[in-house]
């Protein structure tokens, strides 16, 4: 199954019954295993979890530090970036050449690179003590 399919099929099990806008987010790892998550919603709007989060901890979880590739889907008309906190996140585990693939139900793409989606990232680096 390729990451945008599994993307595609996560993002069916979002839970999103206030603003019905439900979002896939497959990685794969540096190991080669597909991670799936999706957007879960909460009524206090801050306690959702991201769809790219989700992903991501579940590749933790499984003891995998390291994004290889991501792909976000969502029925959009245009492909939809993640938030700024999960641009954080995934600079966290991935580097800044690998590819994010940002996908719309309706067909339309948009790869850009970790460097591009977040651009001067905070790093370990800037909490080196000099």
Do not use: W
Not at 20 to 40: E, H, I, P, Q
Not at 55 to 81: H, R, Y
Not at 93 to 109: E, H, I
Request: proline content about 5%.
């Amino acid at each position: 199954m390729s990451l945008y399919d599994a993307a595609c099929k996560v993002r069916e099990n979002a839970y999103a019954p206030y603003s019905d806008f439900k979002v896939g987010a497959a990685l794969r790892s540096g190991s080669g295993a597909v991670y799936v998550g999706c957007n879960v919603e909460n009524v206090a709007y801050p306690e959702g979890t991201c769809a790219e989060a989700g992903a991501i901890a579940a590749m933790v979880a499984a003891g995998d530090t390291t994004i290889t590739e991501l792909v976000v889907v969502a029925d959009s008309p245009s492909p939809v970036p993640p938030c700024g906190g999960c641009r954080q996140k995934i600079a966290e585990f991935a580097a800044q050449d690998v590819q994010v693939t940002l996908c719309s139900l309706q067909g339309a793409r948009l790869t850009v690179s970790v460097a591009e989606l977040l651009p001067g990232a905070f790093g370990v680096g800037h909490m080196d003590q000099a």
